[in-house]
């Protein structure tokens, strides 16, 4: 618990947040993420480059509202952006082996942090520009969703949420990004959103979401973004909501 003692909330402190992400340039791609509405919740989503070749991404989903776990967010930011270039600063380090030791690193913090147990459901990806593969663990996150010439694949869960378990992991795999193909992580926020039909109340669901990415012509990462989460506010007629509804997508485009 000592490295994140200074983060520990006090009636002297002001309210922080954690640093606004800028987004690094990818070469051959595209990587945009937007957020819908006032944050309420746990959403965090942050990336940054950590050799020439890769780009790290994370998205987090802490549980419990926002006033509640804004020193986690900022925390687990904070593990995310030293410990991730410190793991994957080399060329010829084993990529599977660095995501999980920094899921790991991330479970921890992030119970010594909370000082017990907090569910915090997390996908984290490594995209390497010249092969055009991404390594991800997926940690009980909504499945991230690859879009290629083949159809959509889930990215399904490889673990356990983290938050829960000190020495719980969550099992790191690869896959190819070819050109023109696109990747789609959303919060539970935009799963859960509901809305009425055929005089029933019903999710949006993972397959709502699917079913827009499937159908979308756009070329660019934040048009991706942008088309379903409008897709989302349609289908709840716009009403308030009481989660975060995030949006990451990664495009390839050479």
């Known amino acids: 618990m000592q490295p994140f003692s200074h983060l520990r909330e006090s009636h002297s402190t002001p309210v922080m947040e954690p640093v606004p992400t800028l987004f690094p340039s990818i070469r051959g791609a595209d990587i945009a993420a937007i957020f819908l509405g006032k944050r309420v919740a746990g959403d965090f989503y942050d990336s940054v480059r950590v050799n020439p070749q890769r780009v790290l991404i994370g998205l987090l989903d802490v549980a419990g509202r926002r006033e509640n776990n804004r020193q986690i967010l900022i925390a687990a930011q904070e593990i995310f952006r030293n410990s991730g270039p410190e793991l994957l600063a080399t060329e010829d380090i084993n990529e599977a082996d660095a995501l999980t030791e920094l899921t790991i690193r991330l479970?921890?913090?992030?119970?010594?942090?909370?000082?017990?147990?907090?569910?915090?459901?997390?996908?984290?990806?490594?995209?390497?520009?010249?092969?055009?593969?991404?390594?991800?663990?997926?940690?009980?996150?909504?499945?991230?969703?690859l879009r290629d010439g083949g159809g959509i694949t889930e990215l399904g869960s490889t673990g356990l949420p983290l938050g829960l378990f000190s020495h719980a992991t969550a099992e790191a795999r690869i896959v190819g990004m070819e050109n023109g193909s696109a990747l789609l992580l959303v919060s539970r926020g935009v799963i859960?959103?509901?809305?009425?039909?055929?005089?029933?109340?019903?999710?949006?669901?993972?397959?709502?979401?699917?079913?827009?990415?499937?159908?979308?012509?756009?070329?660019?990462?934040?048009?991706?973004?942008?088309?379903?989460?409008?897709?989302?506010a349609?289908?709840?007629?716009?009403?308030?909501?009481?989660?975060?509804?995030?949006?990451?997508?990664?495009?390839?485009n050479a």
């Open 192 to 232: 859960t959103c509901e809305g009425r039909s055929n005089g029933s109340v019903e999710e949006f669901g993972l397959q709502g979401v699917k079913h827009v990415f499937e159908g979308l012509h756009e070329e660019s990462a934040e048009g991706v973004c942008s088309s379903v989460l409008n897709s989302v």
């Open 234 to 252: 349609t289908f709840c007629d716009r009403r308030a909501f009481s989660d975060d509804r995030t949006a990451l997508a990664l495009v390839r």
């Open 107 to 145: 479970n921890r913090g992030l119970i010594a942090i909370s000082a017990g147990v907090i569910s915090c459901p997390s996908f984290l990806a490594c995209y390497h520009e010249q092969f055009g593969t991404l390594c991800y663990t997926n940690a009980g996150h909504t499945p991230a969703l």
